[in-house]
Nanobody, 123 residues
C-alpha cells in the first residue's frame, strides 16, 4: 500500500500562486507515475499534471500548461504542484494520485489517492 497526504491548499486572489505538496509513504517503490487531479462539486475529476517517478517527464492539459509545474523529490518521496497565475476557474479540491502503471491514461489506472486539499481562487 501507498499513502498520500496533500498539503498547501488555501485561499488566494486571482493572479496569485500556491504550491501544493504530496507526501508519499509505504510501498513507494511500486510507483511509476504520480499525478495531480482536481474536482469541483457536480463535475468529474479533471487531470491536471503527471510526472514519471524515475525519469521526470511531465504532461499537462492545455488548461494549465504554462501556469502549473509538477516536480518531484525522489529522496523525500515528495511531489509538488507549483500553481502560478491562478484563475477563479482553478478553484477545486486537488488530489494527489499514484499509479503502478507506466502510462496511466484514466482515473482507474491510478491505484492510490490522497484525501484532497481545497484551493480557492477569488476574483
Amino acid at each position: 500500500q501507498v499513502q498520500l497526504v496533500e498539503t498547501g491548499g488555501g485561499l488566494v486572489q486571482a493572479g496569485g500562486s500556491l504550491r501544493l505538496s504530496c507526501a508519499a509513504s509505504g510501498r513507494t517503490f511500486s510507483i511509476n507515475v504520480m499525478g495531480w487531479y482536481r474536482q469541483v462539486p457536480g463535475k468529474e475529476r479533471e487531470f491536471v499534471a503527471t510526472i514519471n517517478w524515475s525519469g521526470g517527464s511531465t504532461y499537462y492539459p492545455d488548461s494549465v500548461k504554462g501556469r502549473f509545474t509538477i516536480s518531484r523529490d525522489n529522496a523525500k518521496n515528495m511531489v509538488y504542484l507549483q500553481m502560478n497565475s491562478l484563475k477563479p476557474e482553478d478553484t477545486a479540491v486537488y488530489y494527489c494520485a499514484a499509479s503502478r502503471s507506466w502510462a496511466p491514461e484514466a482515473l482507474a489506472e491510478y491505484n492510490y489517492w490522497g484525501q484532497g486539499t481545497q484551493v480557492t481562487v477569488s476574483s
